[in-house]
Structures are given as structure tokens and as C-alpha cells.
């Protein structure tokens, strides 16, 4: 048995440029990855099985078993490049809310790649892990690398970046459901039919990184998704307002949306900005009491606990 984690991201910086000849959009992304991880477990088996399982706040009827599944399809591109049959038992305990910009079903994939080369004793070369995680998902790549990275091409490409700041974030995912990546994206391209062939350069963020200053950074934040993600679902203005007022250095939609990340100054600012929240949202008298998570950043990509 083999037990692998995997974090979630936000886009610090998210430059979308018009759509290219294969339908993709070129990046210029800086992904951090946050301490909100799942966790794929592997054991030996004769054939393949995969269940999932997770927190309270994961719609887990969302996540589809079959081959839509980024875990079964990295279990079928692992053991196609080395010839096997793909074989396995494999658990997904998900504390990553589903498609909620968050990447979580490319932290499944990217821990399902690890795991499975373990657990088959393959032992792929990294290059070979990120050549396949890249066919799996413009963002899987990243989730093997974790850390801060800049991500080019369509997100695939990725380097890592230097990042010595210890960043406090607090992400509310959202209760209405998730938000499609192609239909946002989609609307990116009706809201901004001028959009340049060039993403809009990193470099701003990148030199705010640099300084761990959580002030500096704040201010660099950039995501040109997020106007896109606002039109499909307005309710999350009014959120990220809230956040802001609360204590907030900014908030920001996370990657497609719809999560909502909140950078904070400080681990008491963080607990402030996430206790007030939650309070605000039972003053309401909502149904149900939102969630709201509180994350370090940035920690570690795929990589084998047990
Ligand atoms: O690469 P991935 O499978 O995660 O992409 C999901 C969808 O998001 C793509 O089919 C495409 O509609 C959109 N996308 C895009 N440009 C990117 C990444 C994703 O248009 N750079």
C-alpha cells in the first residue's frame, strides 16, 4: 500500500491570451501550491478498481469513476508507456473542492502518477512523469512540481520559482457547485473578443514574490479569468468584498473560479479573516454554515507520505 499527497493551487498571477489554432489559451501563470491536499492511496490488485472518498465539503457525486476520471486516465497513460496492464485498487480521499479552481482533480492525477509508479515499481524518469501529467491536464504538470512556479505554454510548461515568503491564505469554496473551466474560459473569449495573442506578463508578480512581503504580493495579484468567472456567477463579488472588509489584504477568485482565495497578512490575520466569515454567513441565517479553510503556502507537490 502507497499513499500519496497532493496539494491545491491558486494562480498568483493568471495572463490569458486569445485563443490559439488547437483551441487552448496561452498562459503566462505563477501557481502556488496551498496546504489544502488529497490523498490517493494505492494497493496491489489483480484488476483495476477506484473509489473516492472525502471531507464534508467535497461534492463527491461530482466526481466521476470512470474514464473521465483524471486518476483512471493517469492509471491508463502510466501503464501504456510501460507496456502494462493497468492494475490496481485505488482510493481518492479529497479534502479539494471539485471544479472549484482549485486544480484538485490534477493533484488527484499528478499523486496518481507517483503512486502508481511505486506501487508497479516502474520507476519513470521525471521528464517521462511530466511529459505524461502534461498530456493529462494543462495544470497536472504544476501539481507534481508544487511549490511556486511560472507556467507557460498552456500551463503545462512550468519552472520553478524562487519563493522564501511563508503565505497565509484563507479559501471559501463556493455551496452553489462548481464552475465549468471550458464555459469559463468560454466567456473569457465574448468578454474580451481583443484579447492579445501574448499573455500579459508575470513579471510584476513575479518581483513582489521576491520581496515576502504579503503587502507587495496582494497588490501584484492577477487573475484575467476572474472578470469571466464574475459574469457566470455575480453572487461571488459580494464575497470577496466581504473578505476584503473583514481584514483581507485581496481577495481573488482562485484560477476558473469559483473558490474564492483571501491573501492575509498573518496566521492570526488568516483565523480573523476566516472566523468572520463564517460568523457573518450564520448571521444571514443561511442553511447551511459556508466553509472556510485556512492554508499555508506554499507546500510541497505529488510526493509519497506512507
Ligand atoms: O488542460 P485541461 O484539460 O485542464 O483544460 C480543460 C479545458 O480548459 C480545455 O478543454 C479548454 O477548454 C480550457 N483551457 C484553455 N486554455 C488553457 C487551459 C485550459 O482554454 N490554457
Redesign the pocket.
Known amino acids: 500500500m502507497i499513499t500519496v499527497r497532493a496539494a491545491a493551487k491558486v494562480n498568483l498571477h493568471l495572463g490569458v491570451g486569445a485563443?490559439r489554432e488547437d483551441?487552448?489559451?496561452?498562459?503566462e501563470t505563477v501557481y502556488q501550491a496551498v496546504g489544502l491536499c488529497d490523498d490517493v492511496v494505492a494497493y496491489a490488485a489483480d484488476g483495476w478498481d477506484l473509489q473516492v472518498r472525502g471531507s464534508d465539503w467535497v461534492d463527491l457525486d461530482a466526481v466521476p469513476l470512470d474514464r473521465r476520471n483524471l486518476v483512471a486516465r493517469a492509471a491508463e497513460v502510466l501503464a501504456a508507456h510501460h507496456g502494462l496492464r493497468r492494475t490496481g485498487h485505488v482510493e481518492v480521499v479529497k479534502s479539494i473542492p471539485v471544479a472549484g479552481g482549485l486544480a484538485g482533480g490534477?493533484a488527484d492525477a499528478a499523486a496518481a502518477l507517483v503512486a502508481l509508479d511505486r506501487l508497479w515499481d516502474v520507476q519513470t524518469p521525471d521528464e517521462d512523469l511530466l511529459a505524461l501529467a502534461a498530456e493529462l491536464?494543462?495544470?497536472v504538470p504544476f501539481a507534481l512540481l508544487g511549490g511556486t512556479a511560472l507556467g507557460t505554454g498552456?500551463?503545462?510548461l512550468v519552472e520553478p520559482v524562487a519563493d522564501d515568503g511563508s503565505w497565509w491564505w484563507v479559501l471559501v469554496p463556493s455551496r452553489e457547485g462548481g464552475l465549468s473551466?471550458?464555459a469559463v474560459?468560454r466567456r473569457f473569449d465574448e468578454l474580451r473578443p481583443d484579447a492579445p495573442a501574448t499573455p500579459p506578463s508575470a513579471q510584476a508578480l513575479l518581483t513582489a514574490v521576491a520581496t515576502g512581503e504579503p503587502l507587495a504580493l496582494a497588490r501584484a495579484l492577477h487573475n484575467d479569468l476572474q472578470e469571466a468567472a464574475l459574469d457566470l456567477r455575480p453572487d461571488l463579488a459580494a464575497l470577496l468584498a466581504r473578505g476584503e472588509a473583514e481584514g483581507a489584504l485581496r481577495g481573488i477568485v482562485s484560477g476558473s473560479g469559483p473558490t474564492c482565495a483571501f491573501l492575509c497578512s498573518t496566521a492570526d490575520e488568516a483565523r480573523a479573516v476566516a472566523g468572520a466569515l463564517q460568523g457573518r454567513d450564520a448571521d444571514d441565517g443561511a442553511d447551511d454554515p459556508v466553509t472556510v479553510l485556512v492554508a499555508t503556502a506554499p507546500v510541497a507537490g505529488a510526493h509519497v507520505v506512507v
Open positions: 485563443p483551441g487552448f489559451h496561452p498562459l490534477s491536464g494543462s495544470d498552456r500551463g503545462e473551466t471550458p474560459y
